[in-house]
């Protein structure tokens, strides 16, 4: 379920930008303040698992003590830890074998069984903390910032479904963007959930210190339930910035349905979208099924959003053009803009 924090080293190293880095050092400052979601805490088991977030490679892996993150590089000659393997509740390195505990400490120097081990031999390790199945980094030390809530997962209520994490080729701003556009719809999503209704009608956004809250209440029917189609669907998304939606689907009978959608920055060109399904009704019908649908549309939104040019979000407003429609996505650029972010996710 939820578990505290990795403590740190003391003393904490300052975040430091990443080789190869794809975004300014000023934006990448920014967002390396806040947590993302880099795995499924299932998806690490009895060997070590790489992942990249904001263009840091890291290793997680797993002892007796939890989870633990650590940037990808052997403190010995620099060869990636995931290459290596889990001995005894150590990660040891593919190259010369050199283990390392859960805190990143150098153990043991198989060359050298007896010698002293160099202080130095030490990984560094960032804050990790596991947090609705998922495993969250922030690669800034020093933040007081916090995993946005998710209180269905935990509540009886709901049925919880992890869809697997897909791999989009796409700025995580322009992704979130889009789970959180009510205008596509019908032209998107017309083969998935989405009957004709093109037309937006009025909705409400306000900007809250997490971010956003936008309430739309809309005619979207659902074309493999013709039934469905004259039902009024209200959504209810709340947006944390950067990357992360949860958004309540209130269905009229059944009840709620909830989607925390939460992007991973691998790159400012590539992101790891990571969806948690909640849902108050339908317990019984078959997860796949489910999981399958939701590949779908995040398929059909995929295909748009790895074209879209520029690949960043903007979020210089007088860039693109706004419509009535468009209200989330600019209140969602404004709120970017008060974090510091530049113009771009790029330089
Ligand atoms: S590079 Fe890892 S043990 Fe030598
Ligand atoms: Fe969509």
Same mark, same amino acid.
């Given at each position: 379920m939820s578990a505290p924090a990795t403590p740190l080293p003391d003393p904490s190293p300052a975040p430091a930008l990443p080789r190869h880095c794809t975004f300014s050092p000023s934006d990448w400052a920014v967002l390396a303040t806040f947590w993302h979601p880099v795995a !499924?805490?299932?998806?690490?088991? #009895?060997q070590p698992v790489a992942v990249r977030l904001l263009d840091q490679e890291i290793v997680l892996y797993r002892t007796s003590t939890g989870l633990t993150a650590a940037a990808d590089l052997c403190a010995h000659r620099g060869a990636p830890l995931s290459l290596g393997r889990l001995r005894e509740g150590r990660l040891a390195c593919a190259y010369h074998g050199y283990c390392y505990d859960a805190a990143g !400490?150098?153990?043991?120097i198989p060359a050298h069984p007896d010698a002293p081990i160099p202080a130095k031999l030490h990984l560094r390790v960032f804050r990790s903390a596991e947090r609705y199945g998922l495993l969250w980094v922030c690669l800034d030390p020093h933040s007081s910032r916090e995993i946005p809530p998710f209180p269905e997962f935990a509540d009886p209520a709901f049925q919880v479904i992890s869809i697997p994490p897909l791999r989009w080729a796409a700025a995580a701003g322009r992704q979130l963007e889009s789970f959180c556009d009510v205008a596509h719809f019908a032209f998107v999503h017309e083969n998935t959930f989405?009957? *004709?209704?093109?037309v937006v009608p009025r909705y409400h956004v306000e900007p809250a210190p997490h971010g956003l809250r936008a309430d739309f209440t809309s005619h979207v029917g659902n074309v493999s339930d013709p039934s469905a189609a004259a039902r009024v669907w209200r959504r209810v998304y709340e947006l944390h910035v950067p990357f992360v939606a949860h958004l309540t689907v209130h269905f009229p009978e059944q009840g709620r349905f909830v989607i925390l959608n939460a992007g991973c920055p691998r790159s400012a060109r590539q992101t790891d979208v990571f969806a948690i399904v909640a849902r108050e009704f339908d317990h019984d019908r078959p997860v796949e099924e489910t999981i399958a649908f939701q590949q779908r549309v995040y398929a059909e939104d995929q295909a748009i959003v790895e074209r879209q040019n520029p690949e960043d979000l903007p979020? #210089?407003? *007088?860039e693109e053009v706004h419509v009535r429609a468009d209200l989330t996505s600019v209140v969602y650029r404004r709120q970017l803009a008060t974090l510091g972010l530049g113009r771009t996710f790029t330089a």
């Open positions: !499924r805490v299932a998806d690490i088991a #009895d !400490r150098c153990t043991a989405a009957a *004709a209704h093109p979020i #210089d407003l *007088a």
